[in-house]
């Protein structure tokens, strides 16, 4: 069924009977060509891209839990593109380009807002690192303004511009950044590759991987026996634990981060804004409440909850960005279980047995790199080359010296 | 995750004293070769569940410590000095 105005016009004006199930709830088949192992926002819309693309639609996707129930839902809503380096920009510039269509793609309101992203400098040396990025983000054809402070008080006049340690000086604007409504993006893409006879199967967990000849026959799981032709690994915080099914050891640490909601507020950030001198970064859900969050915990974890000092020390950074938080009231916190790799940037790979590929390492980025992550697995799957925006994700770029290390931290994930 | 530590030289002391770097690894010979070396650097077990790792008692003794912790129900159990370990060569 194709979503419009109409369709809703006629099932509001037949009581609603109407609508059917987005999506199937199909029994695995003995065999695809294609198994996708995570049906969150990167496994489902490598699904689609493979489907719509490449014509490959005999897929499988299988999910341990519900789609949705992971990172794809527990993210802050942020898309942008302003990357530094030439490794990573095409890449984010590409997956901005295609959230730009993405709704009329696969006809779904994932209500893509370019409300803009702002990043706060407080220094000199901020500003001219912010000056760098956004030049190397027009070099590579993507918009970027540096604002001054008038310019940034007359954005969001309610900022701590004459904070004693950290004045505000001005940000860096990437107007085509904003938000995504999360879930509709999960829902829109598995929608969209059911409708192209991708089968969606929930509660299923791969429990092992079998191999014979240096190649990948299929996969155990808690619904059975499942063959593939190629397997395709997106199962990010579960990443590591995945891949040493196949004896595979990853440059990879699963950390939590932790996300916040407030109660709802009259709209008063109309943007999305992220202070300078700590990590923070914020924006206001149509719905009114304030959605935000910081960094990382910092020690490995599993469990999608954090611990109160993150709490703590992300409503501080929140309230020297903005006062007015001071007496704002947290609503809802959640934490997702993040696949930070070393040098911070993903992999997007074959793997040393032929028909496996390895899509992880998003770190916290992995949600506005949805489109393309999926769109650049899926041309990795079907043509068995990398796509050219994602031909620096390599996993072998460790140990051949070749990072992309956006934040310059080295190899410490809990840093990035 | 517990709100107090027990600190092998402190007692029993708040968890935000406490910094954590990572996991515990052997490193490997200055001579040890390439692979040795990227394993070290760069992979990790990242395992579901018991977790050996270095915590740094930043706000208290400032002495490492091998902590073990599980990274499902980030439960603390075993903490010892650092140097009391590597002395033990104590191995999971």
């Known amino acids: 069924m194709r979503y419009s105005a109409l369709s809703i016009l006629l099932n509001g004006l037949t009581g609603n009977r109407g609508w059917r199930a987005a999506w199937r709830d199909p029994q695995p088949k003995a065999h695809y060509d294609v198994v996708i192992v995570g049906g969150g926002g990167h496994g489902l819309a490598t699904a689609y891209y493979l489907a719509r693309e490449f014509g490959i639609a005999n897929v499988a996707v299988l999910e341990k839990n519900y789609v949705g129930s992971g990172n794809v839902g527990r993210n802050t809503t942020i898309i942008r593109s302003n990357y530094l380096l030439p490794g990573n920009n095409p890449f984010y510039e590409l997956s901005m380009k295609l959230w730009e269509g993405l709704e009329r793609d696969f006809n779904f309101n994932a209500m893509v807002s370019q409300r803009g992203v702002l990043n706060l400098y407080h220094s000199d040396a901020q500003r001219d690192a912010y000056t760098r990025r956004g030049n190397a983000m027009r070099l590579h054809g993507v918009d970027a303004e540096l604002l001054d402070r008038a310019a940034v008080r007359e954005m969001l006049p309610f900022l701590d511009f004459d ?6 000086q001005g940000g860096l604007l990437q107007r085509r950044g904003g938000t995504v409504r999360h879930d509709a993006v999960a829902w829109g893409y598995a929608r969209g590759a059911d409708s192209r006879g991708v089968d969606i199967i929930q509660n299923c967990e791969v429990t092992a991987i079998r191999r014979e000849n240096g190649r990948v026959t299929g996969v155990e799981t808690t619904r059975g026996f499942i063959g593939c032709g190629k397997l395709a690994l997106a199962a990010a915080g579960n990443s590591s634990n995945v891949a040493a099914m196949a004896d595979l050891r990853l440059p990879i640490e699963s950390h939590v981060l932790q996300a916040f909601v407030s109660e709802g507020l009259k709209p008063f950030i109309n943007c999305v804004v992220t202070f300078g001198a700590g990590h923070f970064y914020v924006s206001q859900s149509d719905k009114g409440g304030l959605v935000f969050g910081g960094d990382i915990d910092g020690y490995n974890s599993y469990a999608q909850r954090g611990n109160l000092a993150t709490v703590e020390h992300v409503a501080e950074a929140g309230k020297a960005m903005i006062p007015a938080l001071s007496r704002v009231r947290f609503l809802r916190s959640w934490g997702g279980i993040m696949d930070m790799s070393m040098d911070g940037s993903p992999i997007i790979d074959h793997t040393y047995l032929d028909n496996l590929y390895l899509n992880a390492g998003w770190c916290y980025g992995g949600f ?49 | 995750m517990a709100s107090l530590i027990s600190c092998p030289h402190c007692g029993a002391r708040p968890k935000e004293e406490f910094t954590i770097k990572g996991a515990v690894l052997s490193r490997p010979a200055a001579d040890a070769g390439h692979q040795a070396w990227t394993d070290y650097v760069y992979l990790r077990d990242n395992p579901r569940g018991t977790h050996r790792e270095y915590w740094h008692h930043t706000s208290g003794c400032r002495r490492w410590l091998v902590v073990t912790r599980d990274t499902v129900s980030h439960e603390v159990g075993f903490c010892q000095d650092a140097a009391a370990a590597k002395l033990a060569e104590v191995r999971p």
Not at chain 1, 163 to 168: E, H, M, S, V
């Open chain 1, 163 to 168: 904070n004693a340690r950290f004045p505000i």
């Open chain 1, 368 to 416: 506005k790199a949805t489109p393309a992550s999926g769109y650049c697995f899926a041309h990795l799957i079907a043509r068995d080359q990398a796509q050219e925006t994602a031909r620096a994700f390599r996993l072998d770029r460790f140990e051949r010296g070749f990072l992309i290390d956006e934040k310059g931290m080295g190899a410490q994930p809990n840093l990035h």
